[in-house]
């Protein structure tokens, strides 16, 4: 049964998990020149220092917090200083206890669950650092799930983490992830250790980045020329409603499966459409039914001069839309009237249409599906008008 599923279009699926962590982050390199800047001290001088950093879902807030941390301690080996990381994912873990209890399992990872105070506890991690004489970054993603439940203690105990020695070396350094305003939800003396100006903000990445993105992932995760460039535009464009570079990684995995599904090699703008059709689809059967004759038209024309395609011109369109028109034995509607066509397609979310851009000559508007397969509109448009026209 495995001979027959033919070769996979991928060599390493694993790097386009949720959790992988390139080597190097895409559009993030001034969120990491920013971390390296704010926690120099920490190399420097053994400087505690703290920091937030906040966006949107998909927008590399947690890929770059691993990927500093991660790049942070390679960077301390070398100047031989020890630094250590953890990150807490406070989703899962949103009580003060649990939070604490998954920091002293970094170092000792058979520690009771039960038994010990949170005092306890953080006076036993205070030793494992000081035995190891090693500073720790925590990291608190989602922080905002715990300050909600448990309060902002915990971020109070921690940046005072070791206050209690006159000597003692500055032992815990914070970075807290969230997509919400966590100052609002700090008590006065927490939100006293945090500076405002330690707040980093990650903005929705761009069509262009996503592209970016896609082309690195799909080096890391493909094999060579297992993925069309068409294919890479419709992702980056099918994800920009979002900025989510999560979910543009999910709709090429998606894509991949259903190329090998098919045993076609390589991975195509349908296979592309289908797998947003499948994670998100803006195409309902109601605002297929709710379009008029001549709209039907339009878009079988586009649906057949899409197959194969990321974009088409409105030439292209309007083309097929006459073929379609003749066809059906319609009176096509003049070139006003066409793009008035498409405009509404547009702004009911059935077709994007947008300028051209690079790698296509001239300035025109171009055309596009984007959650759903050409051969698959094309079959339920033929359908429908099967039934609508006499």
Request: hydrophobic fraction near 40%; glycine fraction near 6%; charge should be neutral.
């Amino acid at each position: 049964m495995w001979e027959t599923t033919g070769k996979s279009v991928f060599k390493d699926q694993r790097t386009l998990s949720f959790d992988f962590v390139p080597p190097r982050l895409v559009h993030r390199e001034g969120q990491m020149k920013r971390l390296i800047m704010l926690y120099r001290p920490v190399i420097e001088s053994n400087f505690a220092q703290n920091a937030v950093l906040t966006g949107s879902v998909g927008t590399g807030k947690t890929a770059t917090a691993k990927r500093f941390c991660m790049d942070l301690k390679d960077f301390a080996e070398k100047q031989q200083k020890a630094v250590d990381w953890v990150l807490v994912n406070c989703r899962q873990r949103n009580s003060e206890s649990s939070a604490v209890l998954h920091i002293v399992n970094h170092f000792q990872p058979n520690f009771p669950d039960r038994g010990f105070s949170i005092t306890e506890m953080l006076r036993i991690l205070r030793k494992d650092l000081e035995k190891r004489k090693v500073h720790l970054i925590v990291v608190l993603d989602e922080a905002d799930m715990l300050l909600k439940k448990a309060g902002s203690d915990i971020i109070y105990k921690l940046t005072r983490f070791g206050e209690e020695k006159v000597d003692s070396k500055e032992l815990v350094s914070l970075i807290l992830i969230s997509q919400k305003n966590v100052f609002d939800m700090l008590d006065a003396s927490s939100a006293s250790t945090f500076k405002r100006t330690n707040v980093i903000e990650f903005g929705k990445y761009s069509t262009e980045e996503l592209r970016d993105i896609v082309t690195q992932r799909s080096e890391l995760a493909l094999h060579d020329g297992a993925i069309d460039k068409d294919a890479t535009d419709i992702i980056a464009e099918v994800s920009s409603e979002w900025g989510d570079a999560r979910f543009a990684i999910e709709i090429l995995e998606k894509a991949g499966m259903l190329a090998d599904e098919e045993s076609a090699g390589k991975v195509n703008v349908e296979h592309v459409r289908a797998a947003k059709a499948e994670a998100y689809s803006s195409i309902t059967e109601s605002k297929l039914i709710g379009l008029d004759n001549h709209q039907k038209l339009a878009l079988l024309g586009i649906a057949r001069a899409s197959r194969g395609r990321a974009y088409i011109t409105t030439g292209d369109a309007e083309g097929a839309y006459k073929v379609a028109c003749e066809e059906y034995e319609e009176k096509p509607r003049a070139h006003t009237a066409f793009w008035t066509l498409m405009k509404d397609l547009d702004m009911l979310g059935v077709v994007s249409a947008k300028k051209s851009g690079p790698g296509i000559s001239g300035k025109t508007t171009v055309i596009t599906l984007l959650d759903i397969p050409a051969k698959v509109l094309e079959a339920r448009v033929r359908e429908m008008l099967k039934k609508r026209l006499p």
